[in-house]
């Protein structure tokens, strides 16, 4: 069996869950368990909200690892914060989900998916676009004073603008999140600030230029990654951020597609190592999703035939 059936406060979830994913196995010539829950009836059909607290139980019974339910709680995660239409709104989730307690102990990269709310709400406010930097921490400031910035992205949000304060600056002409990541790249090539400097610097206007482009936010998860690898090619950005802003695309690319979902663990890696060849995700990325698609052995239930007794052997007469 693929989870074990130990005994817990929910056992019946256990067993119908384990139940769910093996009888699901025997469609794929291999199985690996992140395929079996995405076809689950278990988890098929759930609000994203529900899938969230039923990962939270299997994970808090030790019966899946968080590693191999990264990407899927990334996904439901940013599914369920999105579900409102407007911005606002969507801001307005992210109390409910980084307090729910019965989500307490799901890893879910909560700095990525609050930059991103922040700079979608952000860019379509003009007071905010035209503002000083005083102006615009204002602005930051009551966000996260009603808990809808996390605290690291307010963070970096003080440390793009605390500058400017501090030397004094007053108006001055906003020149857009893609020109100052040009002014970024810059300062680094002088050697004029360091890569502790850069890297969350970088991801604060990356969110807001993303956020800015209608190709990037109405595109298709490969027009996503293409876009994260002109970034990178340009130099505008580091490999590390372009590592944690392709999961989410390249993991909505690929658990839309059921012709990789039902492949074999072969045909799976041989479309990973693709999409890595094109330079679409980087060598991490590839690697974490090679891991969570490894094969788990099913092993079907052998009759054991009972061992015959040996024969007491008689002398022979002569």
Known sequence: MVLSLRWTKRPVLIVVFTMALTSQSF?????????????????KGKD???????????LRNRNVKQSDMAFLLLDWGDQYIREPKEPIERLKRWPDLTNDEQLSNLKIPRDYLNRMLVAEYLVDQPAYLIAAPRRRLEIIS???AQSLVD????LDYARLYAGGIILGAGEYRYPGPLEALMALKRLKDEGLVSWQYRVPTE???????LADNSTYRNGSPHDQLSILKDFLAQGLITSLTKKE?????IWRMLGSDPSFIKADAATKR??????????????STYNDLFNIFRPLSMVSP?????????????????
């Open 27 to 43: 469609a794929f010539e291999v199985f690996d368990l992140v395929s079996g829950v995405i076809e689950s009836p278990l988890y």
């Open 48 to 58: 994203p909200i529900d899938k969230l607290r039923l990962a939270a139980e299997m």
């Open 142 to 144: 009551k966000l996260a």
């Open 151 to 154: 605290w690291s992205v307010s």
């Open 203 to 209: 991801a604060i206007l990356l969110a807001e230029a």
């Open 245 to 249: 802003m392709e999961k989410l695309p």
């Open 270 to 283: 041989e479309r990973l190592a693709e999409l890595k060849d094109q330079g679409l995700i980087s060598a």
């Open 302 to 318: 052998v009759e054991t035939t009972p061992t015959p007794l040996p024969q007491q052997l008689t002398p022979s007469g002569k």
